[in-house]
């Protein structure tokens, strides 16, 4: 599953850019969780994982897909428009370390440790290494405007969405959902 999930993320922002060159930036990411959302409830069927037996749970797949998918890749892919795919990511990559700030703050039992602090700066700066390049190819007016309302982004999106997961606290006993569950 790490594997798979190396791959996928790993490709996001050069998938991105491609989708883009001949797809508007909304119509690119529906087509995208569309699919994803399609092999993902496959996959939840063929393993007999649970889906919507707990009374929150649907509303929570609102929230999370409106605040995290809609509104943070909605901006990635509006974004990617005008700055380097590169950018976008390690932009993207800050959402980690925003989220864990945000619920060290907002939720009591998420205190930000030492351990978590150094692992998130870690993937953080692995990220600006590998995109470092993307610096040099940055300018332009719409290029700031782009990175500016992608870093303002977390504030709302996976935060709010992250929040609402953690609250809704909705048990994942089975070994094949812990990977999507916060709680297990």
């Not at 069927?45 to 797949?61: C, I, N, R």
């Not at 409106?66 to 943070?72: A, I, K, N, R, T």
């Not at 993937?123 to 995109?131: D, H, R, S, T």
């Amino acid at each position: 599953m790490f594997a798979v999930l190396t791959l996928i993320w790993g490709t996001t922002w050069g998938a991105i850019r491609v989708g883009l060159e001949g797809l508007p930036p909304f119509t690119a990411i529906s087509i995208r969780f569309a699919i994803a959302t399609t092999i993902l409830l496959v996959y939840a069927a063929a393993t007999k994982v649970p889906l919507g037996k707990h009374p929150h749970e649907k509303t929570l797949w609102i929230v999370n897909g409106l605040l995290f998918f809609s509104v943070s890749y909605g901006v990635v892919y509006w974004s990617e428009q005008f700055i380097p795919s590169g950018l976008s990511a390690i932009l993207f990559a800050l959402f980690p370390l925003l989220v864990t700030l945000l619920a060290h703050y907002a939720l009591p039992n998420e205190p930000l440790r030492r351990r978590g602090a150094i692992g998130v700066a870690l993937g953080f700066l692995g990220i600006v290494v590998i995109f470092s390049e993307d610096f040099a190819k940055f300018g332009g007016r719409q290029a700031l405007i782009a990175a500016a309302v992608m870093l303002l982004s977390p504030f709302d999106s996976p935060a709010s969405g992250s929040r609402s997961t953690a609250r809704a606290s909705i048990p994942c006993r089975s070994r094949r959902c812990r990977w999507v569950s916060p709680r297990s």
